[in-house]
Nanobody, 123 residues
Framework: QVQLVESGGGLVQAGESLRLSCAAS????????MGWFRQAPGKEREFVAA????????NYGDSVKGRFTISRDNAKNTVYLQMNSLKPEDTAVYCC????????????????WGQGTQVTVSS
């Protein structure tokens, strides 16, 4: 059974930083892209970032470019999301995702989803 478990969410003030982690287990994740989506109350799920298996390719949603950085440690089966210069509009539940041979923005293609971690940014 594949599990993606997120951690690192919390309450911060605008301008501060947070780092989210997602630990994957249950199978070998060779050739799996991993990423993050977020969903705020009353809004559609939004692509945040994704990274290729080797880490050489990254993609970001327009609203987070230049502020967020995705990375991964394959030895630990873990993907990270460093979030800097946080804004109140970044408030959402952040979910980790994984898909073999894909690291793009289409949420319909991701096979595995975590339960999510809440990020709240106060103004």
């Amino acid at each position: 059974q594949v599990q993606l478990v997120e951690s690192g969410g919390g309450l911060v003030q605008a301008g501060e930083s947070l780092r989210l982690s997602c630990a994957a287990s249950g199978r070998t994740f060779s050739n799996y892209g991993m990423g993050w989506f977020r969903q705020a109350p009353g809004k559609e799920r939004e692509f945040v970032a994704a990274i290729s298996w080797g880490g050489s390719i990254t993609n970001y949603g327009d609203s987070v470019k230049g502020r967020f950085t995705i990375s991964r440690d394959n030895a630990k089966n873990t993907v990270y999301l460093q979030m800097n210069s946080l804004k109140p509009e970044d408030t959402a539940v952040y979910c980790c995702v994984a898909k073999d041979n894909y690291w793009g923005p289409d949420k319909r293609l991701y096979s595995f989803w975590g339960q999510g971690t809440q990020v709240t940014v106060s103004s």
